[in-house]
């Protein structure tokens, strides 16, 4: 049997009182009950990353830096496939999710990436439109279903539990396409590694 997809969740939101954990602890639940996938939420909360960027192709000279990298690169150097959960904040994703997203290159080459987003009217969808681009230039694959949840505090509560069965479907299409590019592409890159 194939070993399980190592899926890391990337939650993109750092702002006050946001409601990306409980949004990512939603689609965390949909990834534990899958059989062909494992989880790894990176919260960059938790994580956070520096915002300061060195010398193009040189390594970060402070020390700090490093550290922060390490809690987070390796794991994204390991995934197999990801999901980006994103509010819209004014029609885009926030820049918290873009410095994560730029200060990683081959990390992404070749990966299936997912979303999830979440907001008021679009329910997110523009913020992932806009990440669609970003990620076409690392090389990575996005899924075409994404989940967009307009007022997501109406349908998940605070501790990821969810209450509308739309959602439910829309998780599953997405990580269905997902669980399927990053079988095919970790078969590729391992037959032929990607020379971007």
Do not use: C
Not at 63 to 92: C, G, K
Not at 105 to 132: C, D, I, M, T
Not at 146 to 165: C, F, H, M, R, Y
Request: charged share 20%.
């Amino acid at each position: 049997m194939e070993s399980p997809l190592r899926v890391a969740v990337l939650i993109g939101s750092t702002r006050d009182g946001r409601f990306g954990p409980a949004v990512g602890t939603w689609i965390r639940g949909h990834l534990d009950r899958r059989e062909d996938m494992t989880a790894d939420v990176i919260d960059l909360v938790e994580t956070p990353l520096p915002t300061v960027f060195p010398v193009l192709g040189q390594p970060p000279a402070a020390r700090d830096a490093l550290e922060q990298l390490t809690a987070v690169s390796p794991r994204m150097a390991a995934a197999d496939a990801f999901v980006i959960v994103t509010p819209e904040y004014n029609r885009s994703f926030p820049a918290s999710l873009k410095n994560a997203i730029d200060w990683h290159n081959k990390e992404w080459h070749a990966k299936p990436v997912g979303f999830v987003g979440y907001g008021g009217f679009s329910a997110g969808l523009r913020a992932v439109e806009q990440l669609r681009l970003v990620l076409a230039e690392l090389h990575a694959v996005t899924v075409r279903d994404a989940v967009g949840l307009q007022a997501p505090w109406s349908q998940i509560g605070p501790d990821g539990t969810e209450s509308n069965p739309g959602a439910d479907g829309a998780a599953k299409a997405m990580l269905d396409q997902l669980a399927w590019w990053g079988r095919a592409l970790r078969e590729a890159r391992a037959a032929t590694p990607y020379g971007a």
